[in-house]
Structures are given as structure tokens and as C-alpha cells.
């Protein structure tokens, strides 16, 4: 093209089309910019301490386990350099109070429930966790296995923070009123305490929770999130009103178009697989 067709053509044009001819990350850069609480930097939150397989050896930096390899591709489609990311540490029930926020956005498995979005704002869903049931070995032993009529016999305990009051009380429907705990820690030690014979956990922290912290734990079995009504979605936690919301969004719907998301499941959770599923 000649500088006189050049002229003819118009600059505004040319720059257009090259702006079309950009990436997807460009884009994403370019709607995070002055949206962030630092410029130029993602500040991701994560627990305290931060638990396997959603971040390993408690170190978000090093990209492994399954939210931290999440929240860098979403820092990546969004224009972010992996040292461009600052991790912070909050705990669960303080990162979803009313307020400011001292992050861009907080992975820690928060279920999104209409209750919580009055207060925050959720991403779209990063992953559909199933419920899963957490017993110890002398009750596997005892014979019980992961079919129904077996499971409304057991006593069950309930961690008020989490979503298996539901799976608890309508689809098992034990035949004696479950304890409620305020926490995950205390559940699991009414279990250790044989308070309880059984608790409702997402897979991966039932997995988590039966490796580590239970000496006899097992995860007896799963109700597959593509069967609930109501599957529990884990959505990045933000402050009520981040504008940040349309461009975490925007990095999960590419995640998801280009099969990394998936990807990044099957290497961090494939564990989760080899649980059977309640019949």
C-alpha cells in the first residue's frame, strides 16, 4: 500500500484493523487496567494456611495444586506476568464479610450461594465440586458401603459454613437429626470423637481430609455434580461491586473455551476419579 493510499484509507482505520488482529490477552489487559488494588499487579487471596490438592506444600506461588494453577491462568488471560501476582492470605469467614478487601479476588473453594452474593460478588463458576462422604475405616469394616439404605442408618454431622446441610437432610434423609459444627476442623474431630459416624465434604477436601488429617479416614463415596439439582460451584470471592468481576470472567469463559480449565482439573484433581459413586 502506497503512503498515498495510506492516507486514503485512514490511520484511524489501519489501527482498528490491527486492534482486531490482537490477542485475546491484549484485551483482557487492557479491561483490567485500573480495576486492580495495586496497578499493574493481581492480588489473589487464599487461605490460611492453604490446603492440598488446592495448593500444595502451602505455597501459592509455585503454581501448584488446583487453585493456584487456576488463578495464574486467569492472571495470565487477564495480561498478568506470573511475578506480576501477589498472593495474600485471609481466612475463610473473614474474606466474605461486607467491606473492602485487601485482594482482587479470593480462591478458597466458596461455595456461591444467593445468601453470600448479597454481601459479595462471585466469578462465574471455576469448578463443580460433588459432595462427598467421609467416614473412618472401622466403619467400612463394619460393612457399610455407599448405597442409600445404608447411609440413612449412620449418625451425621453437618459443618454449618459448607452446602451439605442439603445433601444431608433431602438426599439422604438419615433417620436421626444431624449435629451441627461450626467448622470443618470440628466436624472432623466429632468424628475422631465418634460423635458421628459420617460428614458431607466437597470431593476434594474429603480427600484431602481423609490423606492427611484422619489417620483412618476414607471417602466412602460421591454424588456426581452433574446429578444435583443445586451442585456446588466454587466462584472467586471479590468485594460487592469490583468492576474487576467482567474481566475474571472473561479470562474463565477462554479457560474454558480452549480446554485449559479441564486440563488443569485432570492434572491437579484426577485423583477425585477413583471414588465410587453413591448408588
Known sequence: M?????????????LAAIAALSTPTYAMDACATGKTITEGKLTIATGNPAYYPWVHDDTPQS?????????????DKMGFAKDDVVWVRTSFDEAIQPGAKNFDFNMQQYSITEERERVVDFSDPYYA??????????????GLKPEMAALKALKWGVAQATTALPVVTQTIQP???????????????????????????????????SAVVLDDGVVLGQFPAAQSDN???FGMLMAEGNPIKE?????????????????IEAEWLQAATNVPLVK
Open 175 to 209: 433417620e436421626s437429626d444431624p449435629l451441627f459444627y461450626d467448622d470443618t476442623a470440628n466436624a472432623v474431630a466429632a468424628m475422631q470423637a465418634d460423635q458421628i459416624d459420617a460428614a458431607i465434604f466437597d470431593l476434594p477436601t474429603a480427600l484431602y481430609l
Open 231 to 233: 451442585p456446588d460451584q
Open 129 to 142: 465440586a460433588p459432595a462427598a462422604i467421609l467416614v473412618r475405616q472401622k466403619t467400612v469394616d463394619a
Open 247 to 263: 474481566c475474571v470472567d472473561a479470562a474463565l469463559a477462554e479457560l474454558k473455551t480452549d480446554g485449559s480449565l479441564t486440563e
Open 63 to 75: 503454581g501448584k495444586g488446583f487453585e493456584a494453577a487456576v488463578g495464574y491462568a486467569v492472571a
Open 2 to 14: 502506497s503512503s498515498f493510499q495510506l492516507k486514503a484509507f485512514g490511520f484511524g482505520t489501519v
